[in-house]
């Protein structure tokens, strides 16, 4: 019986342990490149005081026009990542600008009015998070099934 009971608190305490180090681990400026391109990919700052942005890739028009970045207070519970959003940044307006790339045809907001907008009620979003080897000789994360590397261990220097 007393094996079991340290057993069971040696496990419960790596949890925990795991738990701590998963929130220090995120620290940092996440990117969905392994290639450091500010301001054309989607990007996360998340801060030791656990507030984040969210940062939208400026330029993909197919997924997500209208907003800039989102912010707000984070947290690690288990496997997920807990964001509190209480502002954003959105674009108001505009006119779609087809451009020809390399690779195609892609499509630009201009012309709009910048926005900010605060929450009285933070938005809830809980996020599936998983911590990966390094790849690509960076460190890596999986945030709602979308791989992000670690840009820079200092989140201001977006």
């Known amino acids: 019986m ?4 340290i057993t069971l608190f040696s496990f419960c305490s790596l949890m925990l342990i795991g738990q701590v180090n998963n929130s220090k681990k ?8 392994a290639e450091y391109v500010s301001g054309w990919m989607d990007c996360y700052q998340f801060f030791p005081d ?3 942005i969210f940062n939208y890739d400026k330029v993909n028009c197919m997924k997500n026009c209208s907003t800039y970045y989102y912010k707000g ?3 690690v519970q288990n496997d997920s990542l807990v964001l509190s959003v209480y502002e954003k940044k959105i674009l108001v ?3 779609f600008v087809k451009m020809l790339e390399d690779d195609g045809v892609i ?8 926005s900010v907008i605060t929450q009285t009620k933070p938005e809830i979003i809980k996020l599936p998070l998983l911590l990966m080897l ?16 670690l840009m820079d261990e200092n989140p201001a220097n977006y």
């Open 26 to 33: 995120i620290v940092g400026l996440w990117q969905n490149s």
């Open 134 to 149: 390094p790849n690509q000789n960076r460190e890596c994360v999986k945030i709602d099934d979308v791989r992000y590397w």
């Open 73 to 75: 207070n984070w947290s």
């Open 93 to 95: 307006g505009g006119t």
């Open 50 to 52: 656990q507030t984040f």
């Open 107 to 114: 499509r630009i907001l201009t012309t709009g009015t910048d």
């Open 2 to 5: 007393r094996a079991l009971f």
